[in-house]
């Protein structure tokens, strides 16, 4: 059974740093793409960045690029997305998703005050 489990979300001012964490089991973690998504308010869910398996490639969505970094860690079975410089515009729910796979955790809150 697919589970991804997020947590590192958090408040912080405008310029602060949270890091989010994801856990997962279920499937071959060290060889599977995964990504972070983010739902704001009223909003639609939106891709963040993504990184490969093996190779470890990243990608980001533009307003996130210079600010936001994707890793992993196969040995823990753990993504990672570290932001700095945060904005009230990312202000959302995180979520970690893996390729292939038809499943989402439950998401943590990141929320940056003005």
């Known amino acids: 059974q697919v589970r991804l489990v997020e947590s590192g979300g958090g408040l912080v001012h405008t310029g602060g740093s949270l890091r989010l964490s994801c856990t997962a089991s279920g499937f071959t973690f060290s060889t599977t793409a995964m990504k972070w998504y983010r739902q704001a308010p009223g909003k639609e869910r939106e891709f963040v960045a993504h990184?490969?398996?093996?190779?470890?490639?990243?990608y980001y969505r533009d307003s996130v690029k210079g600010r936001f970094t994707i890793s992993r860690d196969n040995t823990k079975n753990t993504v990672y997305l570290q932001m700095n410089d945060l904005k009230p515009e990312d202000t959302a729910v995180y979520y970690c998703?893996?390729?292939?796979?038809?499943?989402w955790g439950q998401g943590t809150q990141v929320t940056v005050s003005s």
């Open positions: 998703t893996a390729n292939g796979v038809d499943a």
């Open positions: 990184i490969t398996g093996i190779l470890n490639n990243t």
